[in-house]
């Protein structure tokens, strides 16, 4: 049988309400990365941002650019020198229908080069987002934090970390 | 250690054609579904949209989509859409191209899909699209019909499910 080459590192369902979740000790032994995200916020009304966190690094070393659509008209922004990434645009948090995100980390544990990061965010509801995202630094990655921008994440989100060996 | 990436099950269509590329008995073992689609379909046009049948039904789908044809872009909420294919008039032996990710099929919760659409044929007018969809069910999901919104499905169109298990 051939050699598996992409692998569950971690995965977390919440059995209740939670600020944010992280994932630690990520080994440095995969090539890339895929994080997939449903999730649901707690409270009505909403419309809460997802951030993502590397390595506990809150500089501003952080930038995305962002294409999204609302289902009406189609725009293209970006955010600099942030203390985080937006992880989406349209597709933001609600409690009523479940928001999607699938994360791309490429070459997250060479030491050499800063991380990139692509991305969708989905919420039928609101719209569709694709993003690609970039920390400034040329550590390797060994934790990722999902913040909100406010309250807390729903009791059945869901948040899966992939590891793809190149090899 | 653990398969996470497998293959479900391919369909391939064959010389006389098919109405819809089709999914049955899906097992619940897994924990999210992921779709590879290459098709071209019958009707004289140069693309059209592959739209989705989940659970033997139709209704319930929603969709944010953002799309761009070679020389804009725009967003519309095209419900049902999963898929792209090109016709009957588009460049001859280009396929339509869509993946498509169903995370958390089985669960308890209404069905949320991300799908990546393209019709690249070397041709002035050639739709990207970027697809947010939803089906609001909460039954696993356990079948998956595919068919193009005009005409049927050529030979050689193929679609492959494959299960991706979040076992550690």
Not at chain 1, 21 to 44: E, N
């Amino acid at each position: 049988m051939p050699t598996p080459t992409y692998n569950c590192i971690a995965t977390t369902t919440l059995s209740s309400a939670q600020s944010s979740v992280t994932f630690s000790s990520i080994p440095g032994t995969y090539t890339d990365l895929v994080v997939v995200i449903q999730a649901f916020w707690t409270t009505v009304p909403s419309n809460m941002y997802i951030y993502m966190q590397l390595n506990s690094d809150t500089g501003s070393n952080y930038s995305t650019t962002i294409l999204s659509g609302d289902g009406s008209s189609a725009l293209s922004t970006r955010f600099s020198n942030r203390t985080n990434m937006n992880m989406d645009y349209a597709a933001t948090l609600v409690d009523e229908e479940p928001t999607q995100r699938n994360i791309n980390i490429m070459n997250y544990s060479n030491t050499t080069t800063y991380k990139t990061a692509i991305w969708r965010s989905n919420r039928a509801g609101a719209g569709t987002d694709a993003m690609v995202g970039m920390w400034r630094s040329t550590a390797a990655i060994t934790t990722i934090l999902f913040d909100l921008e406010a309250g807390d994440y729903a009791s059945g989100s869901t948040f899966s970390l992939y590891g793809i060996k190149a090899e | 250690m653990a398969l996470t990436y497998q293959a479900i099950a391919t369909v391939t269509v064959g010389s006389g054609g098919a109405a819809s590329m089709a999914f049955s008995s899906i097992p619940a073992t897994y924990t999210d579904l992921l779709i590879k689609i290459s098709a071209r379909h019958t009707t004289s046009e140069t693309s059209n949209d592959i739209l989705a049948t989940f659970n033997g039904s139709t209704s319930s789908f929603t969709a944010r989509r953002l799309y761009g044809d070679g020389s804009s872009a725009a967003s519309d909420t095209n419900a049902r859409t999963i898929g792209l294919t090109v016709g009957a008039s588009a460049t001859a032996s280009t396929f339509g191209n869509s993946e498509v990710y169903i995370p958390n099929y089985a669960g308890s919760n209404n069905k949320s899909y991300s799908a990546d659409q393209l019709g690249e044929t070397n041709a002035t007018l050639a739709y990207a699209i970027l697809n947010a969809g939803l089906r609001s069910d909460t039954s696993a999901i356990t079948s998956i019909s595919l068919a193009p919104a005009s005409g049927n499905f050529v030979q050689y169109s193929t679609a492959t499910l494959y299960g991706i298990k979040n076992t550690v």
